[in-house]
Every structure is written in C-alpha cells, then in structure tokens.
C-alpha cells in the first residue's frame, strides 16, 4: 500500500502484521533444540531488528511526516505498539536463557568482532532489563518502561501536532522583506499575518525584527508550547526513570543512562563542562555587555533578555562585518546548495547521486535520491528528502533511519534507506526557497547523518549507520557543518537566485570574519539545556521548575518568566535523556576530526575516503573511541574545539 492511500485502519492491520512476523522469529529463535549458534540465536535476534526497522519504514515514521492528521495519531499509536513490543522482548527470560546459553558455547569464545561485539551488546541489553534481579523487581522495572514509552511518544506528538504563533498587521513586520512577509499565511479570521513557531518563520523573525515586544510574545509562544499537556508527563517519566535506576542499585538515570556511553557516566560529563565553562563565560560576558551597550542606545534599557540575543547578533553582523542574513540567502537557493553539496560529498566520499523519479511518497513536497559507489557504480543507498514546513510535521530538522544496512541470510547485502526531515524557507511565487546561512549549516549537519546512515557497510543491523555511541553519533553531522564556513567551498555553490552570480568574495570574508561571532554565549546555551537534561536525571526528587529557573543561570541572561521550557524540549523524550551534552561533545570530535581534513586539504579525496572507511563504513560495530584513534592516528583531542572558539580549557 503507498504512503498516500494509507488509512488508520490500514496502519493498525499492517503493524500487527509486522509484530506477528516478528513474533513468529523470536518464537523459532527460542525453540532450537541442540546446540545453539551464531546463526540460531544472534542472527534471527537481528533480524528481529531488521522487521521492527521496516514496521518503522511503512507505519509508525508517518506519525511525523504524513499530512492526515488521522493518519499520523494512527502511526503514532503504531509507535507506541512497536516499542511496546521490542521492551517486552528484551524482558522474556526464555530469550535470556537462549542468548546467556549460547553466549557459554565455543563458537561464542571465538566470533568476529563484529559478531562478539553484538553477542556483549545484547547481554547488556538483557542485563538492563533486569534479568539478573529478582522476579518482583524485574517485573516492576518492565512495567515501569513499558509506561515510560507511552509517554515518550505522547510527549512527542504533542509537541508536533502544536499550532501557534504571532497574529499581526503588514505594520507590525517593519523591518522584514517583502518576499518572507509573502511567504507567510493568513489568518482568516483576522485577516492578519500569522507568524508561526515554525523556524523559517520563527527565527529571521526573532533576528531581524525591531519590535522588542513582539519577539518577547514570540519566544513566549515558543517556549511554552504544550506546556500544559507534556509538564505532567515529563515529571512522571523523570519519577519512573529514577525508580529504575534504583531498581538497578544506581544513584540516578544519568549513572544507568552512560553506562554504554563514551563519557561512561555523569561525573565525566561534569568534567567536560568544567573544563570549558570558565572560558566561555568569560567571552560570553563581553558579548553580552557589547549587545546592552546597543539595547541601550536603542531603548535605554540596560538589562538584555533571551528575546534581544538573536537580534543584536543581527544587527552586530549587519553594522560590524557587513553581513545581512537576508542578502545572503539570496546567494543560496536550496536547489544550488544541494547540488553544492552533492559535488563536494562526491569528491570526497567517493559517491555519486541519483534523483529518482518514479517512487511512492507521503507528500508531493518529498524528493528521493538514490547514492552510488563511484569506483564500481554499484547502488550502495537511498534517502528522502522532506524539506518545508507543514500543519502537524515534525518541526524541527532530523535524520530518520528507515530501512537499516545488513547482510541478509542469502547472503546478499540489504543496503539502508532513510528521511531527512527538516524545515526550510518555503519557496514563494516569486523566489525560490532561499536559505539563510544557518539554514544551510542545518543543512549539511543533517546530511552527516544520511551520510553516517546510508555509508554505513555493517553486516549486522544492530550497528547500521547511526546506531553507534549516542554521545558520538552527532560528530559525523557536526564536521559537516565546517565546509560550510570554508570560502572555496562555498563559492562553488553560492549563487544569486536572479542573476546566477557567485557570492562575492568581499561578503564570503565578511561572514566568515564573523563566524564565532557570540559563540561564548551560543554555547553557554547548549550547556544550559546540557545541565537541565543531567540535573532532572541526577537523583530522586527533582523539582523541575527550580532547576529550569537556575539553568538560565549559565546562559547568563535572565528568566523568562511564565515559561517552563522542558516542557516543549522535545530530545528530553527523544532519545537523549542524559545525554543531549552528547552535542557539545561531539563536536569536541567533530572539531578534531575536520583538523585532519585541514591538515591535509579540506576537500582532499585521501583523507574523505579514509573517514568514509574508518568512521561512516563503521557503523556502530567499533567504540568510538577507537575509530576516532584508527581515523585521526592518534587520541582525540579538545584543542581543535578550544582554539577555534579562541579559549583554553582543560582535557
């Protein structure tokens, strides 16, 4: 059935489906007699993943993408079945007996490490679900995870199915071009234009408009969405999380959470914020004082607020370097920097890019490629494109994996499929989408995961593309966003839209001058929601609203008051719970990782394949920490980081 005849009825009859065939290999994969192997027990296991992959595939992704309302609450309670399923999986004890049985045979003391990795993978994962606890408790710690993937879910789509936003006169947009004033909808009621939380509306808004009370209305909006729908189920989900780790004997989520992370638990992840708070505060204090000194001038206040940040920034590059956002997204037409980008992957990667006409999507808006392996022209993965903003999408930008890489039992090879799901510029009648540069950053930091997903050559699902370290996986997106501040790059690609002049060079230096222009405050920000994510998973007991109110504390500007922005903090339910500090510290290595690219040409064919072969091709089926050392031929390093920001800081 194609994505655009799919009904709820249809989606709840095909996960069942997807469920029963899995359903059916775990009961074989359980009912060997005989000697267990690889083949029996750990394979059929990944291939488990494999059809949870594909249920995700035609169901339950369409509860952030497809454009009936109906359609997407049906996917999501698809969702809410498939986790539902893989938790119950993991606490099975007959699966724990197979897999701890065969995990005492011979053939497992001798596997390849790909194989043994995954062997040591799975115990753990069984060993997380409380197969070595005792039965009561073992059954609350089901119980309590099955409750927290509700709320995950809902969690989620709340924030998703948010509408809101600024209604407003054509007076009220002074200081907005005509075209983005074009671009936005009208309000039918009023008449009005509708500013909406949509970031291609949201944030050239909050940069670029003067009227102070109406950011300070925006960013109100923004940072109260579902508020009252998703306070109840964070604070319950950060209750239950809090339980299983004590069921486990652990201090906190944080301590149960990194485990399995690079950082290896919360006392190393404090370190790395101590290491570098000090020097950015200190930059970020004479950002701030740099940016009052222009609120004064202009208001004769004195105290900056969260909704004066991006503007000054603005106006700082507008009158400090030259540089407007909107001129020059001018230069940068969504079409020419996909075709930029595609040139420079291609050279470096050793790929080459196909858009396929003749597939079956959800939204006439979607485009789908296909990548090829330049040397031998063999098809090797494909990927969608969902680019623009719409009623009841996901609304910010990610990287979906839907169909996972693996060696199938025929002994063929199932290359990967995956969405990009993202939120730019809307095309008008007049202009085509017009990427304002930090839409572009978007860009190429989304791409880095196509690229980690779709590179990936592992033979086992398990460790397909970005199923690696989760405090690693956002530095192969991160180094993207390099080539996107490098000059001769950016020639290559950067356009104008009217004329098809290249950007002037005088304007590339102009925005490159003023690349780390506010970034002491930029990343006190990230540390800020870094430390609420690690505070709220530190202990029992925690009072979310007062450790929301300090964290603004680090970011040194002040509270918004009336606003709870967990809330509407859509990775707190996503995954990252006690580890969104995973961004900052991947693009530690990210930093790193471009550090050989600069040593040895940004753009050096040598060097894209040696990262494509060490770190992409990889998967997860290595530490990251050694595919950092076997790709940089050395430990990895801070100083990359540090010095591009202009400060020190400690290992």
Not at 583 to 602: I, P, T
Request: aromatic share 12%.
């Amino acid at each position: 059935m194609s994505f655009s005849e799919l009904t709820p009825e249809s989606i709840e009859t095909g996960i069942s489906t997807r469920l029963e065939e899995a359903e059916s290999v775990l009961t074989e994969l359980i009912s060997v007699e005989g000697e267990r192997s690889f083949s029996n027990t750990m394979r059929p296991l990944d291939k488990i993943n494999d059809i949870l992959g594909f249920a995700n595939y035609e169901f339950c992704f369409m509860g952030y993408v497809h454009p009936d309302k109906e359609v997407r609450t049906a996917a999501k309670l698809a969702e809410e079945k498939r986790q539902k399923w893989a938790s119950e999986m993991v606490f099975r004890d007959d699966l724990y007996a197979a897999v701890k049985n065969y995990s005492s045979t011979d053939e497992a003391a001798g596997l390849s490490a790909e194989e043994a990795r995954y062997l040591e993978k799975t115990l753990r994962d069984l060993r997380n679900a409380g197969h070595e606890l005792d039965s009561e408790t073992k059954d609350f710690v089901k119980e309590k995870t099955l409750r927290l993937n509700e709320l995950e879910v809902q969690f989620q789509q709340n924030i998703d199915e948010w509408e809101d936003g600024l209604l407003v006169t054509r007076d009220d947009l002074e200081g907005m071009p005509d075209a983005w004033i074009d671009s936005l909808s009208i309000d039918e009621e009023t008449g009005k234009y509708k500013v909406s939380l949509d970031y291609p509306e949201m944030i050239p808004f909050l940069e670029n408009s003067p009227r102070r009370d109406l950011r300070e209305e925006l960013r109100f909006k923004n940072s109260t969405a579902a508020v009252e729908a998703n306070t109840p189920l964070l604070e319950e989900a950060v209750a239950i999380r809090q339980e299983i780790a004590e069921a486990f004997g652990m201090q906190s989520w944080s301590d149960y959470r990194l485990q399995d992370r690079m950082a290896g638990g919360p006392k190393r992840v404090k370190e790395f914020y101590a290491g570098v708070r000090p020097g950015l505060t200190e930059r970020a204090t004479e950002e701030i004082a740099a940016m009052t000194k222009l609120l004064e001038a202009d208001t004769g206040d004195t105290q900056l607020q969260g909704w004066d940040f991006a503007y000054y920034d603005t106006q700082q590059r507008k009158t400090d370097y030259g540089v407007d956002n909107f001129e020059v997204a001018k230069y940068l037409p969504l079409d020419g920097v996909l075709d930029g980008m595609f040139d420079l992957t291609s050279e470096m990667f050793g790929i080459t890019y196909r858009e396929l006409d003749d597939f079956d999507a959800w939204h006439e808006d979607v485009r789908f490629f296909a990548i090829d392996d330049a040397e031998t022209g063999e098809e090797i993965s494909r990927f969608y494109l969902d680019l623009f903003p719409r009623e009841g999408k996901f609304g910010h930008a990610a990287e979906f994996p839907l169909i996972p890489s693996r060696r199938l039992e025929d002994g063929t090879y199932q290359n990967p499929v995956c969405a990009m799901v993202c939120n730019f510029t809307k095309p008008t009648a007049d202009a085509p989408s017009l990427l304002q540069h930090s839409e572009v950053e978007t860009f190429f930091h989304e791409f880095g995961h196509v690229l980690h997903q779709n590179l990936g050559r592992t033979e086992l699902a398990a460790f397909s593309g970005t199923n690696t370290e989760r405090d690693f996986v956002e530095a192969p997106s991160q180094i993207m966003e390099n080539w996107t501040w490098d000059a001769n790059v950016l020639r290559r690609f950067a356009r104008h839209y009217e004329t098809g002049e290249p950007i002037p060079g005088e304007l590339v230096d102009q925005m490159i001058a003023a690349r780390d222009l506010n970034k002491g405050r930029f990343y006190l920000g990230q540390m800020t929601y870094g430390w609420w994510d690690q505070e709220m998973h530190s202990g029992p007991d925690r009072d979310l609203q007062a450790i929301h109110d300090k964290g603004f504390e680090i970011g040194l500007l002040p509270l918004h008051e009336g606003t709870f922005t967990l809330a509407s903090f859509g990775h707190l339910m996503g995954g990252y719970d006690s580890a969104y500090y995973g961004y900052m510290w991947s693009e530690v290595f990210g930093a790193d990782m471009y550090s050989k690219f600069e040593e040895m040409g940004n753009t050096n064919p040598e060097v894209g394949m040696l990262y494509r072969k060490e770190i992409l091709e990889r998967g997860g089926s290595l530490d990251a920490d050694d595919m950092l050392v076997n790709f940089l031929g050395r430990e990895p390093s801070n100083e990359a980081f540090l010095a591009k920001l202009g400060i020190s800081g400690t290992e």
